[in-house]
C-alpha cells in the first residue's frame, strides 16, 4: 500500500512562528501536492511539485513556501504564521501524469495563537 | 480558471434511500475525473476515476458515476445507501499536474 506520512497530526505555534510541515511518500511518485482544508471550502491547493526542485504555486500560495530536495519529501512552509493559516493541511502523492489517483496523508492539524 | 463545482453542501438521507450527488468542471477538452470519500477521521480515498471510455464508471462499495460531456458533469450516485456512507464526498479533476478539488458534500445517512 502507498503511505504517505505527515509528520505531525497536531501542531500550536504562535503568530509571527515559522512553521515546517513534513510529508514523506514511499512509492517513488513525481507528484506531490499541499492543500489546505476548511469547512465549506473544500481542498484548495497551496503548492505542488511535479519533480525534485520542481514546485509550482496553486490557487492560494501567499503565506506559504515549498521545498522538495528528494523525489519523497515535500515541506510546507510558513514563513511567519498568522491565525487565518489556522487549518488542516493534507498532503498527497501521485505518480506522474494526469490518468493516476492521488494518495493522501491523516492530515496536520495546525492552530496558530 | 479551471474548476469543480459541487453544489450539494449537506444531504440528509434515510437509508435505503438513493443518492445522487452533483460535480460540474469547467475544463476544455480532455479531462480525468474522481470521487473522493472522506471517513469521520479518516484520509481521504479513491472511490471512482474516469479517463475515457464508457462514460458510466463503477467504484467501490456500490457507488457509480456518470460522465456526460455536454453538461461538463460527473455525478456520484448509490442506488440505496447505508448509514456507513455517512462522509465528506469531494469530486476532483485533473488535466495537466494540477489536482482540482470541489468543496464537498457532506452526506448524514439516518439509521
Known amino acids: 500500500d502507498v503511505k504517505v506520512t505527515q509528520s505531525s497530526r497536531y501542531l500550536v505555534k504562535r503568530t509571527g512562528e515559522k512553521v515546517f510541515l513534513e510529508c514523506v511518500q514511499d512509492?517513488?511518485?513525481?507528484?506531490m501536492f499541499w492543500y489546505r482544508q476548511d469547512p465549506g471550502l473544500g481542498l484548495r491547493l497551496i503548492y505542488f511539485?511535479?519533480?525534485?526542485?520542481?514546485?509550482e504555486k496553486g490557487d492560494i500560495p501567499e503565506g506559504y513556501s515549498v521545498s522538495r530536495e528528494k523525489k519523497e519529501r515535500f515541506s510546507l512552509i510558513l514563513e511567519s504564521a498568522s491565525t487565518n493559516q489556522t487549518s488542516m493541511y493534507l498532503c498527497?502523492?501521485?505518480?506522474?501524469?494526469?490518468?493516476?489517483?492521488?494518495?493522501f496523508g491523516q492530515g496536520t492539524r495546525l492552530t496558530v495563537v | 480558471a479551471q474548476s469543480v463545482s459541487q453544489h450539494n453542501h449537506h444531504v440528509i438521507l434515510s437509508e435505503a434511500a438513493s443518492l445522487e450527488l452533483g460535480c460540474n468542471y469547467s475544463?476544455?477538452?480532455?479531462?480525468?475525473l474522481f470521487w473522493y470519500v472522506q471517513y469521520p477521521g479518516q484520509h481521504l480515498q479513491l472511490l471512482l476515476k474516469?479517463?475515457?471510455?464508457?462514460?458510466l464508471v463503477k467504484g467501490i462499495k456500490g457507488f457509480e458515476a456518470e460522465f456526460i460531456k455536454s453538461k461538463f458533469s460527473f455525478n456520484l450516485r448509490k442506488p440505496s445507501v447505508q448509514w456507513s456512507d455517512t462522509a465528506e464526498y469531494f469530486c476532483?479533476?485533473?488535466?495537466?499536474?494540477?489536482?482540482?478539488f470541489g468543496t464537498g458534500t457532506r452526506l448524514k445517512v439516518l439509521a
Open positions: 498527497a502523492s501521485r505518480r506522474g501524469g494526469q490518468r493516476t489517483e492521488a494518495f
Open positions: 474516469y479517463f475515457s471510455g464508457d462514460p
Open positions: 511539485s511535479y519533480d525534485v526542485k520542481m514546485k
Open positions: 475544463y476544455g477538452g480532455t479531462v480525468n
Open positions: 476532483a479533476a485533473s488535466r495537466t499536474y494540477k489536482y482540482i
Open positions: 512509492m517513488d511518485h513525481e507528484n
